[in-house]
């Protein structure tokens, strides 16, 4: 993985690691699941990755739902839809 966006990598390719992160109640936590995947993974990573899901979540640079299939491997069903703001955590909207 590149520097730039290694949470959202992660987020988007293991669904297991996904649903953990948005079951924390603060930044902190998500930061040690993160480091249990990505071993150089830095506050100052999480924080600029943030800030690239943020622009997702409200629009700017959003996925269109072809480049959406293409980011979760074309799955065909999906029984969890992580993508909505609804189900992100407070810590990581504000």
Excluded at 12 to 20: A, G, I, P
Excluded at 51 to 68: F, R, S, T
Excluded at 77 to 83: F, Q, S, V
């Amino acid at each position: 993985m590149e520097n730039e966006n290694k949470l959202l990598e992660l987020m988007s390719t293991d669904q297991e690691t996904l649903r953990k992160i948005l079951a924390t109640k603060s930044k902190e936590d998500a930061l040690a699941i993160a480091r249990e995947h990505i071993l150089d993974y830095t506050a100052e990573n999480f924080e600029q990755d943030l800030k690239g899901i943020k622009k997702i979540i409200y629009g700017e640079d959003a996925l269109n739902m072809e480049e959406l299939d293409t980011v979760v491997g074309g799955a065909p069903e999906i029984t969890y839809n992580p993508y909505l703001p609804d189900n992100f955590p407070k810590w990581m909207l504000n």
